[in-house]
Nanobody, 129 residues
């Protein structure tokens, strides 16, 4: 069974850091594009960061560029999102998601989440003092 499972969410103060991890089971991520998406209450889903697993090419949304870092470990079949200098507006449910396609660059999949086929259940990140 194909699964993506997120871990690492929680409560953090503004300016703090938090790391999210996504573990895949039931399939290998070698030729996938994996991304982190988030959705805050009352807002549309947003592509935060995506990475092509084979080439390691990463894309970041403008709202997180310079603060978030995505990385992959192909041997462990995991993708990590390191979030630094967190802001209250980063509060959202964060989803790990992937698609078995790298034809387009990771920016495409981050901007067109409708073509992403495998989704985790999400993990809540709350940035508040």
């Amino acid at each position: 069974q194909v699964q993506l499972v997120e871990s690492g969410g929680g409560l953090v103060q503004p300016g703090g850091s938090l790391g999210l991890s996504c573990a895949a089971s039931g399939f290998t991520l070698d030729y996938y594009t994996i991304g982190w998406f988030r959705q805050a209450p009352g807002k549309e889903r947003e592509g935060v960061s995506c990475i092509s697993m084979h080439e390691g090419i990463a894309y970041y949304g403008d709202s997180v560029k310079g603060r978030f870092t995505i990385s992959r470990d192909t041997s462990l079949n995991t993708v990590t999102l390191q979030m630094d200098t967190l802001k209250p507006e980063d509060t959202a449910v964060y989803y790990c998601a992937g698609v078995a396609d790298t034809y387009y660059g990771p920016d495409f999949y981050c901007r067109h989440s409708g073509v992403v086929t495998n989704w985790g259940r999400g993990t809540l990140v709350t940035v508040s003092s």
